[in-house]
């Protein structure tokens, strides 16, 4: 156990005790109190950050700072400030997460629970326990305790849950457990695999076979319930102790909710794809006629028009390019599907050639530097969804980086060890504060304070959606007046 400090003293003996019961429930454990200071760690969570001690008395918020990668302090102390709030305002069990930034070229994040315990401990607990963070380490195992303090803390944890002894026969089960199965405690008695069976033979057969399986994370069972309904279950133990005699720790939720709500995510996103396809075809066949009605009155009427009249025929053309631009980009968001398997090594170089010379006359028009590396290593993409990024992102910058100095838009791609990062970097006006997130949103409408352009359109959600589809991320990076750099990081296998 870490050591104390005088500003958030942890005393009360049976605290203690069933706090390091817990710790061999759920090896990542936090105590804290109702300011959310530390003020207890497990073995595990000390395992994670370099002298733990310095984070007794403190705010859970440094705790997690040290844990994490994310490079936008801005979105880190956001997410922050929202679990606190949550923490504050719902006195129930509350389940939060945070993005912890990017490990090993896999984007991370941090599950967690809040369970108060009210009238429990001096001064008054709560519990952070940690989930599904195999990303930070492995657990240290926790010390087996007496039955005693075991079976007191089931009534501490959050799910249903029970306790098997060697041979998998019911040794205590908790509230939620009863409550889940429609069934009264005491009757909880004998082999658990005889009574799950009732429900759902796999599950029954998957408990009935812990002494040899040893550990279940999370296995889905599709149960039959009292009333006859269906329901899904996820089950998932833990060994307390080691050896032929240890007894299992089993807890299950019911994850029926999550999965009717993808599936209905699913229908929804197949439906969106579908009237994006439809909408874009529509208001193709019309935006081509009125373009090429507007070049015909530009060619033929041209020498007697006036000046308005060309002004206006000229107005015409450039927004139905615009709109054109955008159902295009409409379109392409529309159908990005990313698998592994259509991946491959592409040469970057070749990619910056093509889109430095079809950018020309706009960049000579701007008067914009376009700075490209003389070598680059390959990337995992596909061609077309490279280019993609990166024209989106050379873009975004040209229509955006106003009057500065220097005009100069310059791109890297930088390697590291298990994915490689692209900038692209401009000197213009920079971004608004507290806009660094919300650029990626679709038609976002405050770009910058001197921005003088309006909504940026699809273009940063597009690369967004591209770098998630190869499981990455995107983030920006500005000083307003100083410039802006878009980063996109892709993974490298």
């Known amino acids: 156990m870490i050591p104390i400090s005088p500003q958030a003293q942890l005393e009360d003996p049976e605290a203690l005790a069933l706090l390091e019961t817990l710790e061999s429930l759920h090896p990542l454990t936090l105590a804290i109190d109702d300011a959310m200071r530390v003020l207890w ?63 090993d070229g896999t984007p991370s994040r941090l599950n967690m629970k809040f369970l108060r315990i009210p009238n429990f401990g001096k001064p008054p607990l709560s519990l952070c326990i940690l989930a599904s963070v195999d990303s930070l380490g492995k657990s240290a195992p926790g010390n087996r305790k007496g039955d005693q303090n075991s079976l007191a803390m089931l009534d501490l944890f959050p799910e249903a849950a029970f306790i098997l002894d ?39 057969e998957w408990v009935d076979g812990l002494p040899e399986v040893g550990e279940v994370r999370e296995q889905e069972f599709r149960i039959t319930q009292p009333d006859g309904s269906m329901a899904w279950m996820s089950l998932s133990t833990r060994r307390l102790g080691e050896g032929e005699d240890a007894n299992h720790l089993v807890w299950i939720q019911n994850v029926g909710a999550h999965i009717l709500r993808a599936r209905k995510l699913e229908l929804e996103n197949s439906r969106l794809e579908n009237f994006i396809h439809s909408v874009t075809h529509d208001l193709r066949s019309p935006l081509a006629s009125m373009l090429g009605f507007t070049q015909l009155l530009r060619r033929d009427y041209d020498q007697i028009l006036s000046d308005t009249g060309r002004q206006f025929t000229h ?142 359109g699809l273009g940063l959600t597009i690369v967004k959606n591209l770098a998630e589809a190869h499981g990455g991320r995107t983030w920006a990076e500005s000083d307003l007046e100083h410039g802006c750099c878009i980063r996109v990081m892709l993974p490298s296998g």
Do not use: W
């Open 41 to 103: 760690m497990s073995q595990a969570c000390q395992a994670l950050c370099v002298n733990a001690g310095e984070y007794s008395g403190k705010s859970i918020r440094a705790f997690f700072g040290a844990l994490s990668d994310e490079p936008s302090l801005e979105f880190f102390d956001r997410q922050m400030s929202q679990i606190t709030r949550q923490f504050e305002t719902q006195k129930g069990p509350t389940e939060a997460s945070l993005d912890l930034g990017t490990r």
């Open 166 to 204: 060697p041979h998998g026969s019911f040794l205590s089960v908790n509230k939620a457990a009863s409550a889940l199965f429609q069934i009264e405690e005491e009757k909880f008695r004998g082999p658990a695999a005889r009574l799950l069976g009732s429900y759902s033979e796999e599950m029954a």
């Open 315 to 456: 107005r015409i053309e450039q927004n139905a390019r615009r709109m054109e631009s955008l159902i295009e980009n409409l379109f392409d968001l529309a159908r990005i599907d990313f698998e592994s398997g259509h991946r491959t090594l592409i040469d970057c170089d070749s990619i910056l050639q093509d889109l430095k010379k079809e950018l020309t006359y706009r960049l000579s028009e701007q008067d914009v530097e376009l700075q490209i590396p003389d070598v680059s290593s390959p990337v995992f993409s596909s061609r077309s969804y490279l280019y993609q990024i990166f024209s989106n992102l050379v873009i975004n910058s040209l229509e955006h980086m106003g009057d500065c100095s220097p005009r100069r838009i310059e791109i890297t791609v930088d390697d590291e060890p298990s994915y490689q990062i692209i900038s692209v970097r401009d000197y213009g006006q920079g971004l608004a504060v507290g806009s660094s997130e919300k650029v990626f949103e679709a038609f976002y409408s405050r770009f910058s304070a001197a921005d003088k352009k309006g909504a940026r």
